[in-house]
C-alpha cells in the first residue's frame, strides 16, 4: 500500500516557518488567500566541491494548502536570474525534475529542508554560473522529455529501452496499491519484480506523486513519437500500445 501523506495544520506550518527563519532571518511570513507564502532575502556564504560562493537573492516561497501532499513552488523576485536560466514561462524556478524534488523533500520533510535541499543548490548553481560564464558541471541536465528520460533511466537504472522505462513507470503508477512480487519485471530482465526493480518501485510508489507520474510519462510518450528515430520499430510498437492503454484506462 502507498504511504498516505496528511496534510499539517496552520501551526505545524508555522512552527517549519520558525525554524526556517532562526537560519534565514530575512524571510517574511506573509498571509495569502491560498496556503501560504514567505518571502524575503536569502543572504549566505555557500561551499559545494571546493568552490565558495556569496549567495544573496529575493525569493518568495509559496507554500500549497495540501502542504507537505505538494510541496511548495520558488520564486526569484529581484530581476537578479535571467528568464533563460532554469525557469519556467511564469517565473517559477526549475529546481529539477519534479520526483527528483518530491524524493529529496520526502527525505527531509520540513521547510528548512526545503530550502536547503532544494532552493539553496539552485541559487548556487545560477551564482556559479553568474562567476564563471558555465553552467556548474553537476547541474548540467537535458530538458524536456529527454531530461526526463535521463532521470528514470538513471533512477531504475539497467533498463535497456525507453518503451521498457516505460512500462515501469506504469507498473509503479496503475498498481500503486498492489506488489505482485513474482510478476515478471516491467524492465525485460526476465526476473521477478521482487529480484529486480521493487525497491526501485516501493520507493517512488512511497512518495504519492501518480499524478505527476503520470503526466511525465505521457509527455516522454507525445514527444518521443514525434522524433520516431529515438525508438526502434518494435519500441514505436510498444510505445503506441501503451498510449492507447493510457488514453483508454488512466485519462478518463
Given amino acids: 500500500m ?13 512552527n517549519e516557518y520558525l ?5 534565514y532571518k530575512y524571510l517574511i511570513w506573509t498571509p495569502v488567500k491560498d496556503g501560504y507564502c514567505i518571502e524575503g532575502t536569502i543572504s549566505l556564504s555557500a561551499q559545494h566541491r571546493n568552490v565558495s560562493l556569496q549567495i544573496e537573492y529575493h525569493v518568495r516561497i509559496d507554500i500549497p494548502k495540501d502542504y507537505p501532499r505538494t510541496i511548495p513552488v520558488c520564486y526569484e523576485i529581484g530581476n537578479k536570474i535571467e528568464p533563460s536560466y532554469h525557469q519556467y514561462q511564469n517565473g517559477r524556478l526549475c529546481l529539477g525534475v519534479d520526483t527528483n524534488q518530491y524524493m529529496k523533500f520526502r527525505s527531509n520533510q520540513r521547510l528548512l529542508g526545503f530550502v536547503n535541499d532544494l532552493l539553496i543548490p539552485y541559487l548556487f548553481g545560477y551564482e556559479y554560473f553568474v562567476t564563471f560564464g558555465i553552467t556548474a558541471p553537476w547541474s548540467e541536465e537535458r530538458h524536456n522529455a529527454p531530461g526526463l528520460v535521463d532521470y528514470y533511466s538513471g533512477y531504475f537504472e539497467n533498463v535497456s529501452s525507453i518503451s521498457q522505462l516505460l512500462h515501469l513507470l506504469m507498473y509503479t503508477i496503475v498498481l500503486r496499491n498492489v506488489y505482485l512480487p513474482n510478476n515478471p519485471c516491467p524492465c525485460g530482465s526476465g526476473k521477478h ?5 521493487k525497491d526501485k518501485v516501493l520507493q517512488l510508489r512511497k512518495l504519492c506523486i501518480g499524478e505527476i507520474l503520470l503526466r511525465d510519462v505521457c509527455y516522454i510518450i507525445n514527444n518521443i513519437l514525434l522524433e520516431p528515430t529515438m ?10 500500445s501503451l498510449k492507447t492503454f493510457i488514453d483508454k484506462h488512466c485519462l478518463t
Fill in 193 to 197: 519484480v521482487r529480484l529486480c526493480h
Fill in 231 to 240: 525508438l526502434s520499430e518494435s519500441e514505436v510498437s510498444n510505445v503506441i
Fill in 2 to 14: 502507498v504511504t498516505v501523506i496528511d496534510v499539517v495544520t496552520h501551526t505545524q506550518v508555522a
Fill in 19 to 23: 525554524e526556517l527563519n532562526e537560519k
